[in-house]
Nanobody, 124 residues
């Protein structure tokens, strides 16, 4: 079993930056592909970014492309989401997830483990 815990969320003004971290416990996640999703009030959970187990390939939703960067440090069992040029529409609870599929995965149902989420609020 893998436990994922997000951190780094908070309140930031539009145009600002924030970095989220997702730490794994229980077992290493170096062999897992990782992803970030977000869910705003009244909206469905949406894909944000994903990274292969090797860290060599990434993929982003069009809404965050060019602004967000996903990375991972397998030695620390941690995945990161660097968020720049934040917009009010980025406000949501952000979740990290892990999948045993060693590739880019953008479908939530194909992820095996989920964190509890961290709130990101962008003020205008």
């Amino acid at each position: 079993q893998v436990q994922l815990v997000e951190s780094g969320g908070g309140l930031v003004q539009a145009g600002g930056s924030l970095i989220l971290s997702c730490a794994a416990s229980g077992r290493t996640v170096s062999s897992y592909a990782m992803g970030w999703f977000r869910q705003a009030p009244g909206k469905e959970r949406e894909f944000v970014a994903a990274i292969r187990w090797s860290g060599g390939s990434t993929y982003y939703a069009d809404s965050v492309k060019g602004r967000f960067t996903i990375s991972r440090d397998n030695a620390k069992n941690t995945v990161y989401l660097q968020m720049n040029s934040l917009k009010p529409e980025d406000t949501a609870v952000y979740y990290c997830a892990a999948t045993r599929i060693h590739s880019i995965v953008v479908v939530a149902t194909q992820y095996d483990y989920w964190g509890q989420g961290t709130q990101v609020t962008v003020s205008s």
